[in-house]
């Protein structure tokens, strides 16, 4: 993988989560929660992300029920990573969050951090811990499997 940076999301109906996450140190950090009325996001603000951090590529993350099915709520981030990948060039994957709520809480390290930025940044060390275990979206809005 390139040097450079990832931005990891956290996916919500009124929260969005982001972290900035570094291919050469694999860690990342909370950047910023951007507000969204039923996870329809102020595009702009992303977009300024975007040009601000020119990230390698943006990791959605995708909301299974435990027994790995979608839900409700893995739909709408799947369509909210569809309409990433046809706005913007830069390539957008999903990754499967579905312990990242939890191990946020059980974090005490954490303390004082916002939820939502925190479980980007879980999810954006996934994609650098290995990108083969993300699935990547096209510029068509479908998820190539």
Not at 11 to 31: E, S, Y
């Amino acid at each position: 993988m390139k040097d450079g940076f990832v931005l990891g999301i956290d996916f919500g109906l009124k929260h969005i989560g982001i972290a900035v996450g570094q291919t050469v140190t694999q860690t990342a950090n909370g950047l910023t929660t951007i507000r969204a009325k039923n996870g329809k996001p102020n595009w702009s603000e992303f977009e300024q992300l975007l040009q601000q951090h020119q990230p390698l590529a943006v990791v959605v993350g995708l909301p299974l029920n435990m027994d790995g099915t979608c839900s409700d709520m893995s739909d709408r981030a799947t369509t909210f990573a569809e309409t990433l990948a046809m706005r913007f060039p830069t390539p957008v994957f999903m990754a499967d969050e579905r312990l990242t709520s939890w191990a946020v809480r059980d974090d005490a390290d954490s303390e004082g951090q916002d939820i939502h930025t925190r479980s980007a940044c879980l999810i954006a060390q996934t994609f650098l811990a290995d990108p083969a275990h993300c699935t990547p979206v096209d510029s068509y809005g479908h998820s190539k499997t």
